[in-house]
């Protein structure tokens, strides 16, 4: 055998290539690995609000008796346990503030995944080939715009402003794209519709509805779906919780919804359940069985069991109250360290985990700018540059935003990382 | 809006239209909603042996500080917990005979996915293209064969016996492909090296040697991979553990590695694991980050503690015993009432979860067969149809095999569930 034989190169599939998992990997692994880092990065949620408790309290009754206890340990069934996706479409209905009756949901269209994103790509998979289009906010969740060019789709931005995706901007937008023959290429909007990360936003009632009438009306050649990915709908501290886009689709064929279990709860748990229209349920179960199989079935059941005897409720009463008084925190810190340089804005939410800032447009926040040296290394304070929460081409996004989180930190740390981040600023 | 309009039909991307996922979730199910057939079917495992005791005592002591137990609850890293992949690294040198530092295997090439499964479609996206070739034994895993027709890929069959795949056909099986221009798409070589799932076969020593030999040897245009899923290499009732196909290549740059816990220990805990070469750790760790950016944290420490304290071994040594006696049970069975059934034949497996069953050529076991309508709805006994574990094309698949699971019936239950599998045969 020959050296050059043994060396014959790796050759990956295209979806390998397209992949762009790495930017969320890269910020999970720079949270953990440096702790003396102030990370207004991280979407991870405030560690003081994890449920301990609990969780142990919980799995020590799902575990207490032998026989009944092996059940939870077995495999369970690809879309979800019985009992947990019922318990999780109760929760769903108290949220829409309906009766489970009134819904018209079949239980077969709640699907529990691993956290929402599992749920996410599942979507994204099922219904964009190569060279499909999912219309996406400006800004929005990075991690699915990865997801969406990891199956080789594009994410197109709409116009979005405070009160998130213009619905005149989407028609605008989609007569664009019919205008150079794309149009048949829209398979997805793809909406945050509370308090979206990153920006704060929270999708205007008004618009919801009007944003399903155009997917609808749009919906020629083939069905375009709208994703409604509602992962910090109970991070709300102040305000009602609007109807959600999903309800403004009674015959549930065109709105898809996700939700998650990790900033209520756990992200630890892994847990986050998708409601589907009808004939997507098959195909995206089918891929689910491809994948692997079903989620952690203990894992299902220590969120139904949670859910069951509304410990689940009190604990999303604890964290809201942690989280605005961090919230409040970081929003005073702006005010404090901020107000005093030139052209600097920024979002106060709420709800949601994150605070978007706007710079003057000669700033550059990017991973390869001076800013973001500085920031990491001297200042030991780390952000997600805002220019990874734009669809479009890269030239085209602008790099003069920043998401930060006041999840992971204490009030204090806040502020302290708010003064740090004003002092990288300044100093350039 | 009018009525086609809002009635537009869904039109879903190619991978959801290759998806094969249905097999084993309509397996799954079958074996949840039909208490009363006997499922010879279900790969699930022996419900007796699951270590509720172990997971219970595990979490509590994980989950027993407040301030500690936290961390569990919280995201982990894309690829898993340092810690938990330490513990498996270290278990996986135990199984291999070495210390950790002799395996020459960095932590960041042990990747923890949601059992083997999600690690196997991993693979399958990373390297597989759409009409790329993977080379399976026949028969093989057909959950794994759903996962390849679900990225557009073709699995084709090499002839095997009772010791694995042939070498020699493997061999041929390239020259053919060769001779029909195709040779530059076989991309991967499945082996499920021990006590394959369905047929029971152990990969011979000798064999793995050859195999990654001819990997090697003919990757001249690109690298093929090597694919050992070892899932039931722990479920050995005699004889020694051979050398695995991964220690066959000391340099690790073509065999990807496989394993779960899933079967030695619990399957509602979904933790698996796998060792990537170098090459394919970035690209199998952006997919998973676009996927679900990590497994759930909380199953991973359980897991790490239980191999870090020693019980998951003496776990294992009991769950020998008792798949042991549940073979015994169903070769006995087989042998008092299959024997004098003509041209019935089986494999007795020393390890693993099944016996693979031949029937006379004129016999058909499939799905939509009359032999599965009397077992299912008659005799009430279920067992996998053998077609579906074969690649290649569907109307060149053997379809007098079946795969009968001791896993989850008693041995009483086994001997009645062959009993009554006989009475179906006969009765045709």
New interface residues.
């Given amino acids: ?1 020959t050296s050059a ?12 290539l397209w ?4 930017a ?2 890269y910020l ?2 720079q949270g ?1 690995e440096n702790p003396q880092c102030l990370s207004l990065a991280a979407g ?2 405030d ?2 609000t ?4 609990l ?2 309290n919980a ?2 009754r799902l ?4 026989i009944r ?11 979800g346990a019985e009992r947990a996706r019922r318990a999780v479409l109760e929760h769903f209905a108290t949220q829409e503030g309906k009766a489970v009756a009134d819904l018209g949901v079949d239980l077969s269209r709640v699907i529990l ?3 929402s ?2 749920f996410l ?1 599942l979507v994204a ?5 190569p060279g ?1 289009i999912c219309l996406v906010a400006a800004p929005t969740y990075f ?1 699915f715009l ?2 969406i060019a ?2 080789g789709a594009k994410a197109i931005t709409v116009e979005t402003d405070t009160n998130g995706m213009r619905p005149d901007a989407l028609d605008a937008k989609l007569d664009e794209l019919d205008a150079v023959g794309l149009g048949d290429r829209v ?1 997805l909007i793809y909406l945050v519709s509370n308090f979206e990360n990153p920006s704060g936003y929270v999708l205007a009632a008004e618009r919801r509805e009007r944003i399903v009438e155009i997917a ?2 749009r ?6 779906h709208v994703l409604e990915d509602s992962a910090y709908r109970e991070l709300r501290y102040e305000g009602d919780d609007p109807p959600s886009v999903w309800g403004c689709d009674p ?1 549930g ?1 065109h709105v898809i919804y996700t939700q998650t279990f ?1 900033k209520s709860f ?5 847990v986050g359940f998708g409601i589907a ?1 009808t ?2 349920v ?2 995206i ?15 299902q059941h220590i969120i139904a069991s949670v859910l069951a005897d509304g410990s689940y409720y009190e604990h999303v009463n604890e964290v809201c109250e942690s989280y605005r008084r961090k919230r409040d925190a970081m929003v005073a810190a702006a005010r404090e360290y901020f107000s005093d340089i030139d052209g600097v804005s920024w979002v106060e939410p709420r709800g949601g985990l994150y605070v978007w800032m706007t710079l003057p447009e000669h700033f550059d926040t990017s991973f390869d700018s001076r800013l973001f040296e500085i920031a990491t290394q001297k200042e030991l304070v780390m952000y997600v540059p805002g220019e990874l929460c734009y669809g479009g081409e890269p030239a085209e996004r602008p790099r003069n935003h920043m998401r930060l989180s006041y999840g992971v930190l204490s009030p204090d740390e806040i502020t302290e990382g708010i003064r740090r981040l004003a002092n990288a600023i300044r100093s350039l």
């Fill in positions: 055998m034989e043994m060396s014959a190169s790796v050759q990956l599939a295209d979806r390998a992949a762009k998992g790495g969320i990997s999970m692994q953990i991870f949620v560690a003081s994890l449920p301990v408790d969780v142990r799995t020590d575990l207490a008796e032998n206890g092996r059940a939870f340990l077995q495999y369970g069934t690809t879309g995944t691993n956290g994103q599992q790509s998979q099922v219904l964009l080939n499909d991690v990865g997801t990891g199956v398979k609808k009306r919906s020629t050649s083939h069905r375009i015959d064929e990790s756990s992200p630890g748990l892994r229209p004939e997507l098959a195909p179960a089918s891929r689910k069985g491809n994948e692997d199989f079903g989620s952690a079935h203990l894992n």
